[in-house]
């Protein structure tokens, strides 16, 4: 059987990691951008952002043939497959709902690429989008655009992502689940069979279910997630009272139990990125406006925002007045393996020690780039990070990049003034530290 042809419309994180995924399984795909430079890159094999993997894997299909960048032709996408993916972004809006516009002009731009084509074809919805979405703004902007009927000339599922930032082409053909939201039999019944294939042997679960519960589900997953975040750094705030104890040690022993787990229970500075904040926030949006107060969300975030100025308050306890104090970051992305700094818990805390006349020196193996363009020359760079302890007054451990592990004690206490060091992520031992050095840690009783 004749593998179908797929197009996928905004390749950000999502977009790119599906259309290299499915390349590298031998489909025919093309990928449609409104950036001219992000297409420039795909189309010489250099993925436009960091993400371990994609960059080989992206040469090889070039290189094959199998994948093709086009810039802004929707028309051509749609005419020239089976199947498009919508991946553009769904950023939040200032009260915290998501910005449609993306999902709207995508849509509008397939709607009437769909009115010039005779065979069927499938649009799958992968953006995240909140509970309605799919059927109140996507299906009507493609009947109005197309004068064409879904379900009957057209197919439409809503198929959400799961992937992690970090390790985002794994995640892609390795996945826990596949969701298939769909408007009609037909439509999901299309989408199993390009999994089917897509995974062969290692076919995860499939959940079939409506547009919306697809919709509901990625929300849900996220929002649960950042609950065990905002649940173990309420812990590990406990712990920091309690004198001998630890939180590390506590989740530990709760991750024993099969109906926690032990995944995501990593006391620390808080979860930043461009999925849980906004996911959380827009969730909250959405339920509101739907009639339903989510107080357990509300808190969830109010806990993340206040756990990163935790840094700035130990160094304080540590140093007294910051003015004029030298304070060494280690590491700004928002988690290891990625240049990402969005939401990134490094963020207010550089705020917040500009505030209090600190002198900054920050040092991360990828996100230095990017920092620049949020701090500019209010902070200083590093080019390692023994170069950011050099005679600082204080170092805080930001993100938990494998290098940072291998700083002993002894480094710490040569490269800076006054070896003062507090771990915002759990990665050092509290004894062997807590002996030689000033060392403070998230979720560690005195
Ligand atoms: C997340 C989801 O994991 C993924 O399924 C979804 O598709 C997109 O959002 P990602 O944002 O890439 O992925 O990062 P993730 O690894 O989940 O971490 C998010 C944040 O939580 C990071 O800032 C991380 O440092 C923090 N975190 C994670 C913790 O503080 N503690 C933990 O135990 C786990």
């Not at 959400?160 to 596949?178: K, M, Y």
Request: hydrophobic share 40%.
């Amino acid at each position: 059987m004749r593998k179908p042809q797929i197009s996928v419309i905004g390749v950000g994180y999502v977009g790119l990691c599906t259309a290299v995924g499915l390349a590298s399984k031998g489909f025919k795909v093309i990928a449609c951008d409104i950036d001219p430079e992000k297409i420039r890159k795909i189309n010489q094999g250099v993925p436009p952002f960091f993400e371990p993997e994609l960059q080989e894997k992206l040469a090889e299909s070039i290189k094959a043939g199998n994948l093709q960048g086009i810039v802004n032709q929707t028309d051509k996408a749609v005419k020239e497959t089976d199947i498009t993916y919508v991946a553009v972004g769904t950023p939040s809006k200032p009260d915290g709902s998501i910005e449609l516009q993306f999902i709207e002009s995508a849509a509008s731009n397939i709607g009437q690429a769909l009115k010039h084509k005779d065979s069927y074809h499938m649009t799958v919805i992968k953006s995240t989008v909140v509970p309605g979405t799919t059927q109140n703004v996507v299906l009507p902007a493609f009947e109005r655009e197309s004068k064409k009927k879904v379900g009957k000339d057209f197919g439409l599922c809503m198929n959400p992502e799961f992937l992690r930032q970090g390790s985002a082409f794994q995640d892609t053909l390795n996945a826990d689940r596949v969701v298939i939201g769909s408007f009609d039999k037909k439509s999901g019944d299309t989408l199993e069979a390009l999994y089917k294939d897509f995974y062969s042997q290692r076919l995860p679960p499939i959940i079939r279910t409506t547009l919306s519960t697809a919709e509901l589900i990625k929300y849900a997953s996220n929002a649960m997630l950042a609950t065990k975040i905002s649940f173990i750094n309420t812990i590990a705030n406990i712990c920091e009272k309690i004198p001998g104890a630890d939180v590390k040690v506590v989740a530990t022993a709760m991750g024993l139990d099969k109906r926690i787990g032990s995944l995501f229970l990593d006391a620390g500075l808080g979860y930043g990125g461009s999925c849980f904040p906004k996911d959380v926030k827009a969730l909250i949006a959405c339920s509101k406006a739907f009639g339903y107060d989510p107080e357990l969300l509300d808190s969830v975030e109010h806990v993340n925002k206040k756990q990163p100025l935790k840094a700035v308050e130990f160094c304080k306890q540590h140093l007294g007045n910051l003015k004029g104090k030298k304070i060494a970051l280690l590491g700004l992305a928002f988690k290891p393996d990625t240049d990402d700094m969005r939401e990134a818990r490094v963020i207010p805390i550089v705020n917040q020690l500009l505030k209090e006349g600190a002198k900054i020196n920050a040092y991360d193996p990828v996100a230095i780039q990017v920092a620049k363009g949020l701090f500019g020359e209010k902070i200083e760079y590093a080019s390692s990070a023994n170069d950011c302890l050099r005679n600082a007054d204080a170092a805080i451990l930001v993100t938990e990049w494998p290098e940072f592990k291998k700083i002993a004690p002894a480094d710490f206490k040569k490269l800076m003034r006054n070896p003062v060091l507090i771990d915002g992520r759990r990665i050092y031992d509290p004894e062997t530290y807590g002996s030689e050095l000033t060392f403070t840690a998230i979720g560690l009783g005195k």
